[in-house]
C-alpha cells in the first residue's frame, strides 16, 4: 500500500466507537454477543487496547462493568445485541447509576429501516433504560450524529458519575464514517476530551485521593467545617459525639481518614464497599454500617444512633449515618466530596461541604483543626447516679448504657491503649457473638453457637482468610447471610478493595465483579464471597474465568441450603429452601479445582490450598441451616410516627 492509500484508509463508526472507548479510559469491554453487534465486537477485538470479556449472559456484563468503574473509578463498558441482550443489561446499569459509578453501554439494534415496524428483537431501547433511571440514552440513527452523541455519552458519564447507553443499528455500525490520515489517529479522538467539566482536563480520567495541596481547599468551607466540630457558636456546650462515615469513594484516602478520626478521637464507621479502606485493627474502627437498608453490625449501630455530626467521606447513601427509621434526620452533617457531583447529601442537611481530592481535605481539615483557638478538651460531666462521663446525658443514654461507655473510652483516649487489639469489648457482645481474649488477633471473635457434627461456622473461616490475604487483594461480597458473616468477622488490614452491589443487592453480582477484578488486575489475588442460593444465579460465569486465564480466582461458597436472608428476615416464610449441587464438581467441570470445609481443623489447610491455586478454586464451607446471621435494626431515641 502506497502512501496515498494509507492517507485514505477509511474508519467505521464500529472502528471510531473502539477508538473513542480507548480516548475515554476504557480498558475493556464486557458483553454478550449476537447478530446486531458483529461490526462493534470485531472493532473491539481487533483493538490492541481493548480486551473482549465474552460473559454468558447481558446480565453479568453490565453487573461486571459496574463492578469494574467502582474498582478503578473509571469510565467502563458493556455490549449487549438487541432484544432480549439489551433488556438483559438493565439490573446492572441501574445498579451502576444507584452507586454513582462510570458505565457506558452500548446495544445493537436490527438495520435502521426495519426500526419500529419488524417485531423481532424490536423494543424501544432508550425507554426502557430511562425508565430504569439513566439520565442519557440514545439512539444513533445516522452516522452524522455518532460522534457527538458518543462525546455526550461520555461527558454525562463521567460528570455525573453514572450509566449511560447508546444503541447502534447493525447497518449503520458499518457505515464509514471518517478517513483516518497516516499518524493522525490521536487527534481525531482529541475532542472527546474537550467536556463539560468540573474538572481541568488533565486530571478528568485519573483521580488521586491525595493530589494538590491543602491550601487549595475552599478557606470557608474549611472554616465552617471547623466551627462546626468545635462547636465553637456555643461556648458554653461541649463537643458534639463526632463519628466518621466512610464510603467507597474515600479510597486512597486511609491514613489522612485515620489522622483526623484519631485527632478528634471519633469512631469510624464504613459502609460496606469501603471495607478496608481503613485498616480494621484500627481500633477506632468499629465496623460495617449499611447492609441491605439495614445498620448491619450492633456496635456500628449502637455508636452511630448516639452521636451527635458526622463527617461523612464519599459515602453514597447517607441513610443510615443520619436518619431513623422514620426518614427523620438525626445528626448534623459535614459532607466530603471527591467533586461536587459526587455528592449524596440530596435530601440531607449539611452543615459545611468540602470537595476535592479526599485524602487533602482531610488533611486541610486537621490543620484548621489545629490551628483553631476554640478547640476544646473533653472534659467530665457527672451523671446523676454519681458517675463520671464524657458526654452530658442525653435520652439516648438513659435507654442504652453500653452506649455512655463506648463513647467514654474514645473521648477519653482509651482506645490509644488497645492498638491493636480489638473493639466489640465496649459494646457488650453481638446476638451469637463475643470476643476472645483482647490482642489474641485483630478484630477475632470465639463462636457462641455449638456447631453440629459435619458445619462450620462461616466467621471461623473469614477469620482465618483475612490475615492470609495479600495486601492487593479485591474481594467480592454477593447479598445474603454471607454478607453479614464476611462484614463481621474479616479483617482487612492492608488497603484490600471490597466490591458489592450496595444499593440493588443483586444476588449473583459477586461473579461478575470478581472477573471484572481478575481481568483488571491480573496478577492481583482475587476472593469472590457468595451464598449457595445467590451462586446460582450466575454460577455459568465461573467458565469465562478458565477462558480468561485468571491466576488466582477463589469462591468460597456459604452453604446453608436455604435463602437465610429470606428466612431469618421474616416471619412465617415458606418456599426459601433451595437444592443445591455439589460446588466442588461444578468447579471441577469449569476447569478448576475445590474442597470443602465442614470442621474447623479443615479451615487453614483448605484455605492455604485455595489462595495457592492457579486458577479456579472452590471452597464449599458447611454452615448450619439452624444458625441466624446477625442483623439489627435501627431503634430511634424519639419515634414520632408511633
Do not use: W
Given at each position: 500500500m502506497d502512501a496515498k492509500q494509507e492517507e485514505a484508509r477509511s474508519l467505521t463508526v464500529a472502528e471510531y466507537v473502539a477508538e473513542a472507548l480507548v480516548s475515554a479510559g476504557v480498558t475493556h469491554v464486557f458483553g454478550g454477543h449476537g447478530g446486531t453487534v458483529i461490526p462493534l465486537i470485531n472493532a473491539i477485538c481487533a483493538h490492541p487496547n481493548l480486551e473482549w470479556i465474552y460473559m454468558r449472559?447481558?446480565?453479568?456484563?453490565?453487573?461486571?462493568?459496574a463492578a469494574q468503574a467502582k474498582l478503578t473509578g473509571k469510565l467502563s463498558c458493556c455490549v449487549a445485541t438487541s432484544g432480549p441482550g439489551a433488556t438483559n443489561l438493565t439490573t446492572g446499569l441501574v445498579a451502576a447509576a444507584k452507586d454513582k459509578v462510570r458505565v457506558i453501554a452500548i446495544t445493537g439494534m436490527k438495520l435502521s429501516w426495519k426500526v419500529d415496524h419488524a417485531d423481532f428483537q424490536d423494543c424501544d431501547q432508550t425507554d426502557i433504560f430511562r425508565s430504569g433511571g439513566l439520565q442519557f440514552s440514545s439512539t444513533v440513527m445516522n452516522k452524522a450524529?455518532?460522534?457527538?452523541?458518543?462525546?455526550?455519552?461520555?461527558?454525562?458519564?463521567?460528570?455525573?458519575?453514572?450509566?449511560?447507553?447508546?444503541?447502534?443499528?447493525?447497518?449503520?455500525?458499518?457505515?464509514?464514517?471518517?478517513?483516518?490520515?497516516?499518524?493522525?489517529?490521536?487527534?481525531?479522538?482529541?475532542?472527546l476530551h474537550r467536556l463539560a467539566s468540573v474538572h481541568p482536563a488533565g486530571l478528568r480520567y485519573g483521580y488521586d485521593a491525595n493530589s494538590g495541596d491543602v491550601e487549595s481547599v475552599c478557606p470557608r468551607a474549611l472554616k465552617e467545617a471547623a466551627c462546626v466540630l468545635n462547636n465553637a457558636r456555643s461556648p458554653e456546650q461541649p463537643r458534639p459525639r463526632i463519628i466518621i462515615g466512610v464510603g467507597s469513594m474515600a479510597t486512597g484516602a486511609s491514613e489522612a481518614i485515620l489522622q483526623l478520626a484519631e485527632y478528634l478521637n471519633a469512631p469510624i464507621v464504613t459502609q460496606l464497599d469501603a471495607?478496608?479502606?481503613?485498616?480494621?485493627?484500627?481500633?477506632?474502627?468499629?465496623?460495617?454500617?449499611?447492609?441491605?437498608?439495614?445498620?448491619?453490625?450492633?456496635?456500628?449501630?449502637?455508636?452511630?444512633?448516639?452521636?451527635?455530626?458526622?463527617?461523612?467521606i464519599g459515602v453514597s447513601e447517607a441513610m443510615e449515618l443520619l436518619a431513623g427509621h422514620d426518614g427523620l434526620q438525626r445528626r448534623q452533617m459535614i459532607q466530603v466530596e471527591p467533586d461536587e457531583i459526587a455528592n449524596a447529601g440530596f435530601g440531607w442537611q449539611a452543615e459545611a461541604k468540602l470537595f476535592g481530592p479526599v485524602g487533602t481535605v482531610l488533611r486541610a481539615l486537621k490543620i484548621?483543626?489545629?490551628?483553631?483557638?476554640?478547640?476544646?478538651?473533653?472534659?467530665?460531666?457527672?451523671?446523676?447516679?454519681?458517675?463520671?462521663?464524657?458526654?452530658?446525658?442525653?435520652?439516648r443514654d438513659a435507654s442504652n448504657a453500653s452506649a455512655q461507655q463506648a463513647w467514654d473510652f474514645f473521648l477519653s483516649g482509651r482506645w490509644k491503649e488497645q492498638m491493636p487489639k480489638v473493639v466489640g469489648t465496649y459494646f457488650g457482645s453481638l446476638p451469637t457473638l463475643v470476643n476472645l481474649d483482647e490482642g489474641d488477633a485483630p478484630w477475632k471473635f470465639k463462636i457462641d453457637h455449638e456447631e453440629r457434627p459435619g458445619f462450620c461456622h462461616p466467621m471461623r473461616v473469614f477469620n482465618a482468610l483475612g490475615p492470609m490475604l495479600k495486601s492487593d487483594s479485591t474481594i467480592a461480597i454477593d447479598t445474603g447471610d454471607s454478607t453479614l458473616w464476611a462484614s463481621l468477622a474479616l479483617c482487612l488490614t492492608g488497603h484490600q478493595r471490597v466490591l458489592v452491589d450496595l444499593a440493588l443487592g443483586t444476588m449473583g453480582y459477586s461473579i461478575c465483579a470478581s472477573i471484572a477484578a481478575g481481568v483488571t488486575n491480573r496478577d492481583s489475588q482475587v476472593v469472590c464471597i457468595v451464598g449457595d442460593g445467590a451462586i446460582q444465579m450466575t454460577i455459568g460465569e465461573l467458565i469465562v474465568a478458565k477462558q480468561m486465564k485468571l491466576k488466582h480466582f477463589l469462591v468460597i461458597v456459604v452453604n446453608n441450603g436455604l435463602l437465610g436472608r429470606v428466612h431469618y428476615g421474616w416471619e412465617g416464610v415458606q418456599g426459601d429452601t433451595i437444592d443445591v449441587p455439589d460446588f466442588v464438581a461444578v468447579a471441577k467441570a469449569y476447569g478448576g479445582s475445590g474442597a470443602r470445609i465442614?470442621?474447623?481443623?479443615?479451615?487453614?489447610?483448605?484455605?492455604?490450598?485455595?489462595?495457592?491455586?492457579e486458577g479456579l478454586y472452590l471452597i464449599e464451607v458447611m454452615e448450619d441451616p439452624a444458625m441466624k446471621a446477625p442483623m439489627v435494626s435501627i431503634s430511634p431515641d424519639v419515634d414520632y410516627f408511633a
Open positions: 449472559n447481558e446480565n453479568s456484563a453490565s453487573l461486571a462493568a450524529a455518532m460522534v457527538p452523541l458518543l462525546r455526550n455519552a461520555i461527558a454525562v458519564a463521567y460528570e455525573q458519575h453514572t450509566a449511560v447507553h447508546l444503541a447502534i443499528p447493525e447497518d449503520i455500525q458499518a457505515e464509514t464514517l471518517i478517513r483516518q490520515a497516516t499518524g493522525k489517529g490521536g487527534q481525531l479522538f482529541m475532542n471495607k478496608g479502606i481503613v485498616n480494621e485493627s484500627h481500633p477506632l474502627v468499629v465496623g460495617v454500617l449499611g447492609i441491605f437498608g439495614n445498620p448491619g453490625l450492633e456496635a456500628a449501630r449502637t455508636i452511630v444512633e448516639t452521636s451527635d455530626l458526622a463527617i461523612c484548621r483543626l489545629e490551628n483553631s483557638h476554640s478547640q476544646k478538651t473533653n472534659g467530665k460531666f457527672t451523671f446523676p447516679d454519681g458517675t463520671e462521663h464524657f458526654t452530658p446525658q442525653s435520652l465442614s470442621h474447623p481443623e479443615e479451615i487453614a489447610p483448605v484455605l492455604e490450598e485455595g489462595l495457592g491455586h
